[in-house]
């Protein structure tokens, strides 16, 4: 799969994170049955892009078990993509063997957080980006795209600030190493929007104007949909969300979680970009997120809120 | 008082509305006591803008019965400014009585909100102002600043989309007929950032930079920050907000209320904009809001999260 497949240029690309990044903290999580039928009701909202998991082990990650059952079940969708988590050779050996379109393998835009979160450098993390790519070649003729998710590139729990500059570095370090599309995430929500303009403003200047550059924000300090309206203000057609804003911040207990998809979807509307997604059957949807999860908080103004008179029906 | 003492042009006004728009739906409303609390500790924490409540028959608004209070003891804050709402001539007569720095009185963008909301045509109420403005003059040689509020400039939950052009027709109406100030308000939460941007951008074209334009968004689905970051990164200078995000929408029941002032503050802070309010101070000012209306659903990122690392103890 080529990334331009994966994400075309002319069209805006809303990705449901939740049944990876979801589900990364939660305690509880929704059997394989519920998540199907989540991701089922997602499809015929009109959701095309689908994270789906991690391949980690299952003894330790029960909540990702079920990951290839979901990849098998999202390539039988007609033009639906799914995406998971590959973070080392094992990961990658087990995503070839199956059909899944992405693979996130995630570097970080520090140092300090890159060896906390996976005791590796940011110079052994870029080199084992390299292996993924030399070993997803070598395992496919039509391999997975190769997605660089660049962690904390708007601040860092550790760190405090992080200099723009060093996540150009780090993102143009793994293009080098193979990656086809970049991820740039406020994995803990401390970003606002001149950043993200200025961050998508210099990245489109290193890379270029086609590269996939997907944004993944945090409503934490509920900036995301702020974030959001800037990152497509400058060119940005890829955004990660959940229903519901579910996944929280391990550093901020009890924060807000991922942007909320269905909040996202009316940013879109209210700007006049096209997602063919239907608003009302996602919030039909939160049902299932909400029955299978009943302890996890739910966020989001358009639940609450409904459409406006203008977009009813619509 | 003149709208550049009010608004400096320099300077990022951040308005609390909360004892005024925070409390025009619910059914709770503080005691007086508590409402001098709540104003000393956000006066504390910096906030030097209050919108203290509506020139109304007490019988019929008991939670603005105690105005006069308020503005009194505004008026003996240092550097505080006091608004309230002056709906018609009564109004007015009471607001020159008292030391009261802003009286707004609102327009609607749409003529059948104008009539459902206030039994006058637009017309009417242009007539009405102008009048307001011959008395304010009449009373006092250093009158109240007067503000046309314009209700429904994003969309009306009568007539569903609004023109743009009528919201600076009516703008342009309302300075001629004695308006120092614009306060252009979302007051049902269907704008978004393309919007606002352009709206600022035609306002500013047609009345000036110098034009004293503040902008009043609610949250109702979600997009409140985003406007908000819209209307500064186009040279908007005064947003109102509410502590908690306080003030519901009449025409979605249970919807998000009126811009969170604290994450609006984070918002500032994010962009680089001096503001001179402490976000932690106002986390604690939550507290007396949420202790007088206790059945109030509080609304908030920050009050989740808390600072980010690198702004802790900032």
């Known amino acids: 799969m080529q990334a331009r497949h994966l994400f075309p240029e002319d069209q805006i690309v809303l990705r449901e994170v939740g049944l990876r990044d979801g589900l990364q903290l939660t305690k509880q999580y929704p059997t394989t ?14 959701v095309r892009h689908f994270e789906l998991g991690s391949f980690l082990p299952a003894a330790r990650f029960p909540q990702f078990a079920d990951l290839r059952e979901l990849i098998q079940a999202t390539s039988s969708l007609e033009a639906a993509f799914s995406t998971a988590l590959t973070l080392n050779e094992r990961g990658v050996a087990d995503a070839l063997e199956t059909q899944v379109d992405e693979m996130i393998f ?16 940011q110079t052994e993390a870029i080199e084992m980006l390299a292996r993924i790519d030399a070993q997803r070649r070598a395992g496919r003729a039509d391999p997975p795209v190769l997605t660089a998710g660049i962690a904390m590139s708007f601040g860092c729990s550790l760190e405090g600030e992080v200099n723009p500059r060093d996540v150009i570095k780090i993102a143009e370090r793994s293009l080098k190493a193979g990656a086809d599309v970049l991820a740039v995430a406020d994995t803990v929500g401390f970003g606002g929007p001149k950043q993200v303009a200025w961050m998508v403003r210099e990245l489109r200047r290193a890379f270029g104007d086609d590269q ?9 300090r509920g900036l995301a949909i702020a974030n959001c309206a800037a990152a497509l203000d400058n060119g940005i057609r890829v955004l990660d969300g959940c229903l519901g804003g579910l996944g929280g911040c391990p550093f901020a207990p009890g924060a807000t979680g991922n942007t909320v998809f269905e909040d996202m979807v009316f ?26 999860m009943p302890d996890e908080p739910l966020h989001g103004a358009m639940a609450r809120a409904g459409l406006p008179r203008m977009l009813e029906g619509v």
């Open 212 to 220: 996939s550059i997907a944004m993944h924000f945090h409503d934490t």
């Open 106 to 121: 995630v570097v970080s835009a520090t140092e300090s957080h890159s060896i906390a979160n996976t005791r590796r450098s």
């Open 33 to 46: 049955e519920q998540k199907l039928e989540w991701l089922n009701l997602e499809y015929r909202a009109g």
């Open 267 to 292: 940013l879109c509307k209210s700007m006049g970009l096209q997602t063919n997604i239907d608003i009302e059957d996602l919030l039909a949807a939160r049902k299932i997120v909400a029955a299978s």
